[in-house]
């Protein structure tokens, strides 16, 4: 029997190869670049729905429903972050008290 290796070779291999790859490539930063990019990435939602409110407020955008997704995926995000930190101290405390 010959396999037949034509889906792999096809548009959707291609994309599951760069998406392993991806993969890979996240599961050699450190933590501390992951950290890093995902504050990062928060940052800037938060910096583009406080530019969003700033056009509206000056006139310059007059699409309401978009600067309210861009402070609503902000505020989320922050929220997100917010519960994340908060895990992490918590495991951090439960660590410290912890007997050795």
Known sequence: MQMQTAGLQGPLGLAA?????????????????VLLSALNKVNNN???????SIDLAMGKSTELHQVMFAVEQADLALQLTI?????????????MRMQV
């Open 83 to 95: 519960q994340i930190r908060n895990k992490v101290l918590e495991a951090y405390q439960e660590v």
């Open 17 to 33: 190869q760069n998406k392993i790859s991806q993969e890979t490539s996240q599961e050699n930063q450190g933590f501390q670049e």
């Open 46 to 52: 938060a910096a583009a729905a406080e530019n969003a």
